[in-house]
């Protein structure tokens, strides 16, 4: 079992930055391929970027050049560089994760809010 908590969001200008933060407990974190999903008021949730457990990241084409995911398997953490914000890039992020040999996520946090203003 793992626990995922993020942190980070808030409200922002666009063209700004924020960094969100999943802190992972319950299990070995290294074990584990990580994402960043959000979801927008009446669309469903889609996936951001995510992170194998040996560190290839990838990107949907809408954050590409603007976002990175990175890990810290010492700190059990992943984060989301969000920079050059956009208006609709306002979503609840959530952050995931999942055995490395597994097709769907298997644990996910509560989310965070990231509101970009225009």
């Known amino acids: 079992q793992v626990q995922l908590v993020e942190s980070g969001g808030g409200l922002v200008q666009a063209g700004g930055s924020l960094r969100l933060s999943c802190a992972a407990s319950g299990d070995t974190f290294s074990n584990y391929a990580m994402g960043w999903f959000h979801q927008a008021p009446g669309k469903q949730r889609e996936l951001v970027a995510a992170?194998?457990?040996?560190?290839?990241?990838n990107y949907a084409d809408s954050v590409k050049g603007r976002f990175t995911i990175s890990r810290d398997n010492a700190k059990n953490t992943v984060y989301l560089q969000m920079n050059s914000l956009k208006p609709e890039d306002t979503a609840f992020y959530y952050c995931?994760?999942?055995?490395?040999?597994?097709?769907?996520?298997?644990?996910w946090g509560q989310g965070t809010q990231v509101t970009v203003s225009s």
């Open positions: 992170i194998t457990s040996t560190g290839s990241a």
């Open positions: 995931a994760a999942k055995k490395s040999w597994r097709v769907s996520y298997e644990y």
